[in-house]
Every structure is written in structure tokens, then in C-alpha cells.
């Protein structure tokens, strides 16, 4: 089985654009959360998706927003760009997203955006 | 303010060395999951603790509730096992998601 694949792997962009990110969980995979890492530093959450709505989000400006499609593939969005957007940016899928419960995320590869 | 704190930052070991990582954290928790992340970015789950202790080959993994506090110990290391151990809590609630920690980067050195 494949697993979670993200698109693209790099990507530049320049102050005030918008991009978009894309990430394929393991099939069967219902959650799908977004994470940003900053150089140097922990992956911090960014959102939680389960069957296409958003079970949790974190401590991030309403400039993200994401979204879960019915293939349970997910999308994340950033608007109007900071150089302090910068990071790799990881997608990670479960079955359920019942962390809690003892379920594991399997981390795709990550999308490095540098934005200049 | 829920926080997680891994120790040391920076761990260089030689070939066959005994070698733990520490992970603290603020609160009570609902899990504690212990990651390997290479150059480049891959990251990849090694454990899921919610109590006790498990063992794959040859990494073993601790959590004490009462101290919150969780272990990782990687016997007879090898230069293969260089890379960052992330440990990340869940604390459950309305946010539902992981805090992580910054890393401990471990080089093991033949």
C-alpha cells in the first residue's frame, strides 16, 4: 500500500501570494491533520480533518484554512504569504484521528515551502 | 499552558553506546508518541505510549504517569539510528492534537 503522499515537495513563493498543498492519506485513512515545522524546531498542529470536517484546529491566523474532499484527500491553504511562513509543512493520516485512543499517524514526506 | 520538553537538545554517541532521550510534560495526557524524523524532512511514528513500556528491536520506550515523564532508550546504537526523536503529547480537549517537542538530534558515530 502506498502511504501518505504529499504535493509538491518544494515549493517558492514570495510574500503576499497564496499556495496551496496537497496531501493523499493511506487508502482506508479517514483523519487527515496538517502540521507546520519551522527549521529547527517541532512539527506545531495546524488542523485535524475526520469524513470532511474539521475536528480541530490550532494556534494559527485565519490566513490558513484547509479542507478534506470526499476521497478523504485534504488540501491546505495559506493566503497572503510571510516570510515567516516558511517550513516544511507535514500531513499525517489515521483511521479514525482517535489519538487518544492509541491510533497511529503516518506522516507523509512533507512540503518544504520557502517563501521569499 | 500545555508544553512538552525533551532532553538533551543535542546527543552525539559512539557505535554501541546505550543512549536515552527525555520527554517531559505539563499535564495529565491522554497519550505520548515518540517519532523519528531523518534528513529531510521523513517522519516516522516509532510509539505510542499511554502507559507503561514497549519495545521494538532495539528501541524501548517508558512513560511514568505519576511523573510525567517518558523515556526512549535505543540499545547497542548504530550509525543508522542518527536522526531527531520527537516525542509529541495529546492532550485531547477541542484543539484534539499533538504538541510536540523541539527534538533531541542524535549523531551516533562509528
Known amino acids: 500500500d502506498a502511504g501518505v503522499t504529499q504535493s509538491p515537495t518544494h515549493l517558492i513563493k514570495t510574500r503576499g501570494q497564496h499556495v496551496t498543498l496537497r496531501c493523499s492519506p493511506i487508502s482506508g485513512h479517514k483523519s487527515v491533520s496538517w502540521y507546520q515545522q519551522v527549521l529547527g524546531q517541532g512539527p506545531q498542529f495546524i488542523f485535524q480533518y475526520y469524513e470532511k470536517e474539521e475536528r480541530g484546529r490550532g494556534n494559527f491566523p485565519d490566513r490558513f484554512s484547509a479542507r478534506q474532499f470526499p476521497n478523504y484527500s485534504s488540501e491546505l491553504n495559506v493566503n497572503a504569504l510571510l516570510l515567516g511562513d516558511s517550513a516544511l509543512y507535514l500531513c499525517?493520516?489515521?483511521?479514525?484521528?482517535?489519538?487518544?485512543?492509541?491510533?497511529?499517524?503516518?506522516f507523509g514526506p512533507g512540503t518544504r515551502l520557502l517563501v521569499l | 499552558k500545555n508544553e512538552v520538553e525533551q532532553s538533551p537538545q543535542n546527543l552525539t554517541a559512539q557505535e554501541g553506546e546505550f543512549i536515552t532521550i527525555n520527554c517531559s510534560y505539563s499535564v495529565g495526557i491522554s497519550a505520548l508518541h515518540w517519532l523519528q524524523q531523518h534528513p529531510g524532512g521523513g517522519i516516522v511514528s516509532l510509539f505510542m505510549?499511554?502507559?507503561g513500556k514497549k519495545k521494538h528491536g532495539r528501541l524501548i520506550a517508558t512513560i511514568n504517569i505519576q511523573e510525567k515523564h517518558s523515556s526512549l532508550h535505543i540499545t547497542a546504537s548504530h550509525p543508522r539510528d542518527s536522526a531527531v526523536y520527537i516525542c509529541a503529547a495529546y492532550y485531547g480537549g477541542s484543539q484534539g492534537n499533538l504538541i510536540f517537542g523541539k527534538g533531541t538530534k542524535l549523531s551516533v558515530k562509528p
Open positions: 499525517a493520516s489515521s483511521r479514525t484521528g482517535a489519538l487518544a485512543g492509541g491510533e497511529t499517524q503516518y
Open positions: 505510549l499511554s502507559s
